[in-house]
Structures are given as structure tokens and as C-alpha cells.
T-cell receptor, first 112, second 116 residues
């Protein structure tokens, strides 16, 4: 079975600083990886996903993530955050024919 | 597009009462998912449908929970009888394909259920 671990439950950062949200997964077969964002009082929205090909994936709102098979990681990065990036971020994993398994979430708090 | 629509947005009920949550997926989408989000357990998939047929209900907690999708534009999640431990945010999501493992899911705003 697959599992996903988000290593930080909360990440405080100042506006315009870079940020990295960490995600590790476990699986015995090839995986697909996702990052979703949940703004306050809203549903989840897809930021980006890795299915195959280039290990560097670019998403919406300036976010990107890199699939590292040897480290079993899929960390999310942004070089300069804005107040509007304050939200909860979920990493998720799936395998072919399987359902999405979500991590516990990382709360990103951007301070002025 | 209106996105995934859920109703009600908030529901407060007393233990033992029946609760019905409703979802209208995005038009043209043929897969629908019900999730539950709690602080303790995070985001869990309860059940998903493809072309109105339940495919995987292994996440449904117990017989008190039931879900239906009578047509492509409507689904319900019912809890009867409700218990305080059912308090959570329930999300509905839909996607346009039948490749559950890779298709993008579009989430509704959720229903916040409080059972007293």
C-alpha cells in the first residue's frame, strides 16, 4: 500500500521569502504525485502533478515540485511567496488503478 | 463553469438525526468522489462513483453511511443515525475521466457538519 508523509505541519515564512514544503512517499510500485492547495473555507485545488517524464513539474501560481525517486520525495517550492499563498497544502500519491492518498497537510502562513 | 456545488454549506444537528448532504458535479464529469476531512484523520476518501455506479466504497465508515448517485448531475451522502464523531467537513469532488489515479479532481467548497 502507498503512504505519504508531509514532514512539516506548519511553515511560517515572511513575504517574498522562498519556501519549501516537504513530502515523502512510500510505495512498492511506480507512483503518481500531486500537490493540492486549500484556501480558507474553500475546497482543494490542484497546484501540479507528476505523472511521468521530466522530474521538475511547474504548476500554477509560481509553484514547482521535483520528483526524486531515490529520495522518494516530491517537495514543493516557490522562490518568493505572497500573502495570498497563505493556505493549507496537501501532497497526495496514487498508483495506476488506485485512489488518491492524501498527506496530513502543511499549513503555510505568510507574514508581512 | 459553476464548479462543484454542495449543499448545505453548514449543518448542525443533534445526535440520532438523519443528515443528507448533496452534491452537483461539474457538467460533463463522469466521476464523483465523497471525502471526509477531520483534524485527527485528515482527508479520507469515503466512496467514489464512475458513470453513476459506485466503484469503491471501502472508505465508508459503517452502515450508518450511505451514498447514492441517481443521475449524472446529483449525488447524496446520508448519515442515519448521526453521531458526534461524524462531525467533520465533507467534500464532494468530480473529474472528467475514469482514470481515478491520474485525473484532476475538482473539489466543492465542502459541508461543515456538526453533530451535537
Amino acid at each position: 500500500a502507498q503512504s505519504v508523509t508531509q514532514l512539516d505541519s506548519q511553515v511560517p515564512v515572511f513575504e517574498e521569502a522562498p519556501v519549501e514544503l516537504r513530502c515523502n512517499y512510500s510505495s512498492s510500485v511506480s507512483v503518481y504525485l500531486f500537490w493540492y492547495v486549500q484556501y480558507p473555507n474553500q475546497g482543494l485545488q490542484l497546484l501540479l502533478k507528476y505523472l511521468s517524464g521530466s522530474t521538475l513539474v511547474k504548476g500554477i501560481n509560481g509553484f514547482e515540485a521535483e520528483f526524486n525517486k531515490s529520495q522518494t520525495s516530491f517537495h514543493l517550492r516557490k522562490p518568493s511567496v505572497h500573502i495570498s499563498d497563505t493556505a493549507e497544502y496537501f501532497c497526495a500519491v496514487s498508483v495506476w488503478g488506485g485512489k488518491l492518498i492524501f498527506g496530513q497537510g502543511t499549513e503555510l502562513s505568510v507574514k508581512p | 463553469d459553476a464548479g462543484v456545488i454542495q449543499s448545505p454549506r453548514h449543518e448542525v444537528t443533534e445526535m440520532g438525526q438523519e443528515v443528507t448532504l448533496r452534491c452537483k458535479p461539474i457538467s460533463g464529469h463522469n466521476s464523483l468522489f465523497w471525502y471526509r476531512q477531520t483534524m485527527m484523520r485528515g482527508l479520507e476518501l469515503l466512496i467514489y462513483f464512475n458513470n453513476n455506479v459506485p466503484i469503491d466504497d471501502s472508505g465508508m465508515p459503517e452502515d450508518r453511511f450511505s451514498a447514492k448517485m441517481p443521475n449524472a448531475s446529483f449525488s447524496t451522502l446520508k448519515i442515519q443515525p448521526s453521531e458526534p464523531r461524524d462531525s467533520a467537513v465533507y467534500f464532494c469532488a468530480s473529474s472528467s475521466g475514469d482514470r481515478v489515479s491520474i485525473d484532476t479532481q475538482y473539489f466543492g467548497p465542502g459541508t461543515r457538519l456538526t453533530v451535537l
